[in-house]
T-cell receptor, first 107, second 111 residues
Framework: DAKTTQPPSMDCAEGRAANLPCNHS???????VYWYRQIHSQGPQYIIH???NNETNEMASLIITEDRKSSTLILPHATLRDTAVYYC????????FGKGTRLHILP | EPEVTQTPSHQVTQMGQEVILRCVPI?????FYWYRQILGQKVEFLVS????????KSEIFDDQFSVERPDGSNFTLKIRSTKLEDSAMYFC?????????FGPGTRLTVL
């Protein structure tokens, strides 16, 4: 399985865009990039996924570099409810959760 | 919007007792999973289930654990003889062709 690297924590001011990076330099050609988050002790929540094109849905945007070795999750207008641990995953059969990025939204 | 449900939300049991955690996956999904999260630690994969059999399991999923899909809707995790270290949140998830949808979890406390 491809490994991912994420910063352990980030801060973002409420109302601003939160940009969460992820490195996945060993990703193979047919592996998708998935993002999930876990708010406190709730069940993990799917956010978005992509293969090589940029994607956008009602929650977020996903920017994948042309070489697919890294990606950025963008929450366009962060709110306090976006405070969570965000996980970048490159396989979505069994999910192996790393440490993720703990995002703090500052009021 | 369809969702995965889990019961009970909290289960307290004595060490050595059997527990069954129940999940109702999203109705047209074919892939099912159990994960656990010990307090303060990361979410860990336990087992995946497809076509009425286990497709993959982790080292954590030893002989004390079993899974079953007894009817067309429920997906259960049984722990035969609970240990103190089984205390954790247990999350069920299901998947169609894409992302996994997780339930709210069952908090298992073993005394």
């Amino acid at each position: 399985d491809a490994k991912t690297t994420q910063p352990p924590s980030m801060d973002c001011a409420e109302g601003r865009a939160a940009n969460l990076p992820c490195n996945h330099s060993t990703i193979s050609g047919n592996e998708y990039v998935y993002w999930y988050r876990q708010i406190h002790s709730q069940g993990p929540q799917y956010i978005i996924h992509g293969l090589k094109n940029n994607e956008t849905n009602e929650m977020a945007s996903l920017i994948i570099t042309e070489d697919r070795k890294s990606s950025t999750l963008i929450l366009p207008h962060a709110t306090l409810r976006d405070t969570a641990v965000y996980y970048c995953i490159v396989r979505d059969d069994k999910i192996i959760f790393g440490k993720g990025t703990r995002l703090h939204i500052l009021p | 919007e369809p969702e995965v449900t889990q019961t009970p939300s909290h289960q307290v049991t004595q060490m050595g007792q059997e527990v069954i955690l129940r999940c109702v996956p999203i109705s047209n999904h074919l892939y099912f999973y159990w994960y656990r999260q010990i307090l303060g630690q990361k979410v860990e994969f336990l087992v995946s289930f497809y076509n009425n059999e286990i497709s993959e399991k982790s080292e954590i999923f030893d002989d004390q654990f079993s899974v079953e899909r007894p009817d067309g809707s429920n997906f259960t995790l049984k722990i035969r003889s609970t240990k103190l270290e089984d205390s954790a949140m247990y999350f069920c998830a299901s998947r169609g062709n894409g992302e996994q949808f997780f339930g709210p979890g069952t908090r298992l406390t073993v005394l």
